[in-house]
């Protein structure tokens, strides 16, 4: 389990789950091995307590997110998009904290403020493949943005999902700001802003920092950074001094832990307590959760997998199955499932509409009020 | 009267009392100061915010995301330029969801020269919001349109960036915001905090009544046969008092003050011109790239053949700042003296 304020962050599954990240076929072999050597091991797994019935759910919500990152890789690839952007390597992550919000819409709900990497919390929330793939082929079937965005700049204001922006880190003030607005309606709904480890440099991390915790008016919001340890292709140490970014957190006296995300026991557990805290406090709390990037920052980098990194949905996958409550038949079947539904959904996403030139107008302002200068 | 300050203090009363406004937050804008130029004095809702501009930009868009209305300000616009890319995706937001997300927030600030403010309190910003899409832009010149703008801006479902002439807040009109009371000793004894002896003390609201200046219209503060003279915001008065000179003289001026930048009112400026065939666009921005240059490339690609002169620009010098002794503010921005001679020459230029 993670320690407050520590730096504790590798867990033994997770870990021993790199064995997997190979191809195909050692992986069979290496599962056999891996999971002889582990039953020791396994015995003692109880899974921080968690129900079969969670674990099985996350375990197919991960393979879901993580079947869907890599047809949009695909699609990428096969020339059917022009930019990819995700977050293979958080499922772990993502998929837990999507879990476990109040999803809604309106004050009463909880409010996420997303980055570029959150598909896993969106399809834990009950996004649709075909609505992630709508949206990186520019369909206007998208409900996201209309064919107007990148990949996984989603917006789902059904669920108080606010649009995912490009530029980094402007979400944090703004979950400072529907953070306010659900303080003030008096339920105990919180915000959840989330954000990559890189991008703490900027001022609006530091924004949300202060915003959040003022003495006196804290604001019930969960502060997260998924740690991958890259920015594009600088390294943490090129960029950081500081030994945790949750440490950051200490100095505003906003309570802080660092976990392992690639663990989604940990994350489960630690994510229910902080938002618990929130919720009961109505303060703020803060989590550096360490994860993968697992095929790179972007297709700008080319978007392959890296084999030498911790894979967190094979390794759940692999202590799932050396405890017994997943077989290999019931794994193999998930997969299939989610392959299918992906490759179903790009066939149909193929043939839907896609914007028209006339609608650049459309939504400049509120009601499509004109906003064109020829026509005042 | 009251002055352009108190009747923007009015109005956001009237707008956190009946329209809804939640928040209304900047640097010091809540008590004790209530606003470096007093305009947020006494109000229920107003609270101040770390110094920190993007924060406060970030916030407004989150409260405005949830659903509640708010109008926060930056203390000067010459501190609002580490925000331009939160307000380019505060007025891109309603576009990127395709309609979904709208965020209806005000953001005002005070702008321009004329206070001898220097080289960081002088910065104009008229130009850069009119480059930032998908957001209204207001620039009241006098106390009713101040008010009456206040409220279109707080009414309005689109973010609206409300600009107000720091050098204009002492000034009073010549027209009643309507349930003020019309000696302004009263007003000010109720609604202006004690400069001695605040602890305590509480505004006394006159009976203010809604009254909305609808964005996008502008309005005739002289008529005139001879020349178009379209301006906005301080540079208005002089402008007036340009016309009003050069009356005298047999020179007709009309001006127009736009009142907003966007959406602009090209059917009354058009109106003008094929009245006057010339015109002359004035502001303080710098000149290059102005807003008064798109209103002139657009006077003559519509109107080329009904121009019996060159339309142009007169507007503040390119340079990087405003310095503070007055010779180099006055040689940096338009003056009285500046307008009346590009009047002249515009009126004197034959086709």
């Not at chain 1, 793939?133 to 409900?143: A, F, G, K, Q, V």
């Not at chain 2, 405005?64 to 010459?78: L, N, P, W």
């Not at chain 2, 010779?327 to 307008?339: G, M």
């Amino acid at each position: 389990m993670s320690k407050k304020t520590t730096g504790k962050t590798a867990a033994k599954g997770a870990a021993k789950g790199t064995a997997k990240s190979v191809s195909k076929a050692s992986a069979k072999k290496a599962s056999a091995v891996v999971k002889a050597a582990k039953k020791a091991v396994t015995k003692k797994d109880d899974f921080g307590g968690l129900s079969e019935d969670i674990l099985l759910r996350m375990h197919d919500l991960m393979v879901k997110s993580r079947v869907l990152e890599e047809r949009l890789i695909k699609i990428y690839k096969a020339g059917e998009a022009y930019f990819w952007i995700g977050g293979p390597g958080e499922e772990a992550w993502g998929v837990p904290l999507g879990m476990l919000g109040r999803k809604g819409q309106g004050l009463e709900h909880d409010w996420w403020h997303l980055h570029y990497r959150c598909t896993p919390t969106l399809i834990a929330m009950g996004m649709t493949m075909i609505d992630s793939i709508r949206l990186i082929m520019n369909r206007s079937t998208d409900p996201s943005t209309g064919g107007r965005n990148f990949a996984n700049h989603y917006c789902f204001p059904k669920w108080n999902v606010a649009p995912v922006t490009s530029p980094i880190e402007v979400q944090y003030p703004l979950a400072c700001g529907t953070a306010h607005a659900q303080k003030r309606a008096g339920g105990k709904a919180i915000s959840i802003v989330t954000g990559g480890d890189a991008g703490t440099a900027e001022g609006d991390f530091a924004s949300a920092l202060i915003l959040a915790s003022r003495k006196g008016q804290e604001l019930p919001v969960l502060i997260t950074v998924q740690n991958n340890k890259m920015g594009i292709s600088t390294p943490f140490e090129g960029q950081h001094g500081e030994t945790h970014i949750a440490d950051r957190a200490r100095a505003f006296n906003i309570r802080s832990r660092v976990i392992n995300g690639n663990d989604p026991v940990e994350t489960y557990l630690a994510v229910k307590e902080e938002m618990e805290y929130i919720r009961k406090t109505g303060k703020p709390s803060f989590i550096e959760a360490h994860t993968t990037r697992l095929y790179g920052h972007s297709s700008a980098d080319g978007a392959n997998k890296k084999t030498h990194m911790v894979d967190p949905v094979m390794a759940f996958e692999q202590r799932l199955l050396d405890a017994g409550i997943l077989s290999e038949k019931a794994v193999k079947k998930i997969w299939e499932i989610y392959e299918s539904e992906g490759v179903i959904a790009q066939e149909q996403a193929r043939t839907e509409p896609v914007p028209t030139s006339e609608s650049v107008w459309d939504h400049v302002f509120v009601n499509n009020e004109n906003a064109d200068w020829r026509n005042f | 009267m009251a002055s352009i300050a108190q009747a923007i203090r009015m109005a956001l009363h009237y707008g956190e009392t009946n329209m809804g406004v939640k928040d209304i937050f900047g640097q010091d804008v809540g008590a004790p100061l209530g606003g470096v130029f007093t305009a947020t004095q006494g109000l229920k809702t107003a609270w101040n915010s770390p110094l920190d501009e993007r924060g406060i930009i970030g916030m407004a868009m989150g409260i405005a995301m949830g659903g509640d209305k708010c109008v926060a300000e930056i203390q000067f616009a010459d501190y609002i330029f580490n925000t331009i890319d939160l307000l380019k995706i505060a007025g891109n937001t309603l576009w990127c969801t395709n309609g979904q997300m709208n965020l209806p927030m005000v953001v005002m600030t005070p702008v321009g020269a004329g206070i001898f403010g220097s080289v960081y309190h002088s910065h104009s910003f008229d130009a850069w919001a009119s480059r930032l899409p998908g957001w209204k832009i207001v620039m009241p010149s006098n106390p009713v349109d101040a008010y009456g703008l206040m409220l279109a801006a707080i009414q309005d479902p689109n973010p609206v960036l409300y600009l107000k002439s720091k050098a204009l807040m002492r000034h009073k009109g010549d027209e009643l915001i309507p349930g003020e009371p019309a000696d302004e000793k009263e007003l000010k004894a109720m609604i202006d905090k004690p400069v001695q002896n605040a602890e305590g003390w509480k505004p006394r609201w006159p009976d203010l009544q809604e009254y909305i200046v609808p964005i996008g219209k502008g309005k005739i503060t002289r008529e005139g046969e001879h020349i178009t003279v379209v301006t906005y915001s301080r540079m208005v008065h002089l402008c007036d008092e340009a016309a009003d000179k050069l009356r005298e003289e047999g020179i007709s001026v009309e001006v127009i003050d736009l009142r907003s930048i966007y959406p602009y009112d090209w059917q009354m400026i058009k109106s003008s011109i094929e009245k006057t065939g010339r015109v002359l666009f004035v502001n303080e921005d710098t000149e290059v790239t102005n807003f008064g240059e798109h209103l002139a490339y657009r006077a003559t690609q519509e109107m080329f053949y009904q121009l019996m002169a060159r339309p142009r620009v007169l507007a503040g010098k390119n340079l990087p700042g405003i310095g503070l002794h007055p010779n180099l503010e006055k040689n940096s921005v338009p003056q009285l003296h500046d307008i009346e001679l590009a009047i002249r020459e515009v009126v004197a230029e034959v086709p």
